[in-house]
C-alpha cells in the first residue's frame, strides 16, 4: 500500500514538474485566446512552447493578456492581434516576459522595481551594452504603489487570492494593471495583465505622447532631434511646457550660442544612462550631459532634482527613459548645497550662469538642501536631449531595481533583490526521499 501511494504521489509531482505554459493555463477560461494565439503561432512563441525544466537561473515569467485585453487591443487597432505579422508578434510576446520566476512578494518593492524582459530588438531597445558585452534588454517598471506626478502614495486595489494588483508601465508610458495569480509552469511563472504592454518608441515620439511638446519643439529648433533618438542609454527630465512658458524669450533668442542658449538649457536636461525612479537616491550627486552637478533629494514622498520636482514618472523609450519636471532645473551651489532657481533674469544674463563643474571636484554631500516652493502643477510631460560629453554616466542595472547613487551604478545585472522560487525538480527530489524513508521503516 506503502508503495502505491509514493508511486503516486512521485508521479504527480512528475506531471508538475513538467507542465508546459499551455497546460499550466488550461483551466483559465480568462486566457483562452492567449492559449489559441501560442497555438495558431508557433513560431513567434518559440520561446513559451519550448522552455521547460530550466534552471532556476533561466526560468521566466509570463505576463499573460486577459480575454478582455484581446478585445481591447482589436478596438484599439482595428485588427486582431494575430494579424499582425509574425516578427512583430515575437517582439510582442518577448515584452510580455520577465526574467526571472517573479511570485506576487517578488514584485513588491516600496519605490518599485524595473524588470528586465526578453525584448532585445534594436528597434524597442537601444539602452546599450552592460560592462560585460551583452545588451542591456528592455524593461517595465512594476510598482505597487501610486508614483505618478512623482508622489507614492498608497492606492486601493482589488484583492486577489494571491495579494493586491500591481501597475506596470511600458512602452510611451502606458499602464496597465498586473493581477497576481503565482501560476508555475516548468518554465517558470506567469500572471495575468488586463491589457497589451506598450513597445517602446524613441525619446521624441515619448515625450510628445506625455504632452512634452516644448522639449520636443526645442529639440527640432536646434537640430538635434536625431541625435537625441538615437544615442543609446539616455534619460530626459523634462520641463514641462508650463515651466518653459515662464522665462520669456528662451525659444527664440539665442538658440545655440553658450551656456545661456536654448540647447546649453536641454543638454543641462539630459542624463546619460536609463534613470528609473529607484535610481534616485537621495543625497546622490549626478552630472547632466554637459557637466553640470544635479543633487537628488528625497522629500515628503516627491523627487527633487536640484530644485525642480518629478511630476511625471518613468514613461520607458526605446533608449531609456523620460521623466517630466514642474519648472527648469536651477543651478546647484556645490560649495554651500544650495539651488539658485531658473529665472528670466539668469537667462537674460549669460554672464550669470555658472560652468559646469568636473564631478571630481563636487561635493558629494548628502545635506538635504531648502527647495523653493513649485508654482507650477504641470501635468505629465517628458523630454530629452542631445547626446554630448558626459562628465558622469550611469546605466541602469538589466536586473531588478538598483538601489546604488547613480554616478555610481555599474551597469551589471542585479539580482540582489530577487527571491528565486525553489524549482520543482528539487521539490520533487525532496519529497521523494523523504517518502523512501517513510516506506522502509
Known sequence: MKLMIL???????????AQTLLNATANYTQLSDFRELLMTNPNAATRLLTNVNLSAAQKITVLIPSNDAF??????????????????????????????????????????????TALTNQTYDNRGLASNGAKIPQVVYVSSVNTA???????????????????????????TT????NGVWSGGMFQIVNSFLTLPVNQTNTMASQGL?????????????????AAPGLTCVCPADQAFAAIPGLFTRNLTDGLGSLLATLTRHGLTGSFYTPNFTDGSLIHSQNGYPILVTRLNGSIFLNDARIVGTNFISNTGCVHALDRVMGFLDTTTNITTPATAAIYDNASNIPSPIPLSKSTTSSTVITLATSSSSASVSTSTMPTTSAGS????????????????????????NVAWPIELGTWSRLLGGALWSWLLL
Open 71 to 116: 478585445t481591447q487591443f482589436q478596438q484599439n487597432n482595428s485588427m486582431p492581434v494575430s494579424a499582425l505579422a509574425s516578427s512583430d508578434l515575437a517582439n510582442i510576446l518577448d515584452y510580455h516576459t520577465l526574467q526571472g520566476s517573479l511570485s506576487s512578494s517578488d514584485l513588491q518593492h516600496p519605490m518599485g522595481l524595473t524588470a528586465p
Open 393 to 416: 554616466s550611469a546605466s541602469s542595472s538589466a536586473g531588478t531595481t538598483v538601489m546604488a547613487p547613480a554616478s555610481t551604478a555599474t551597469g551589471k545585472p542585479s539580482t540582489a
Open 178 to 181: 498586473l493581477e497576481p495569480v
Open 7 to 17: 508511486l503516486s504521489m512521485l508521479v504527480e509531482a512528475s506531471i508538475v514538474s
Open 149 to 175: 506626478n512623482g508622489t507614492v502614495t498608497t492606492v486601493k486595489r482589488q484583492a486577489t487570492s494571491s495579494g493586491a494588483n500591481f501597475d506596470i508601465k511600458s512602452g510611451e508610458g502606458l499602464q
Open 213 to 229: 511638446n516644448s522639449f520636443v519643439s526645442g529639440l527640432a529648433l536646434t537640430d538635434v532631434t536625431e541625435g537625441t533618438n
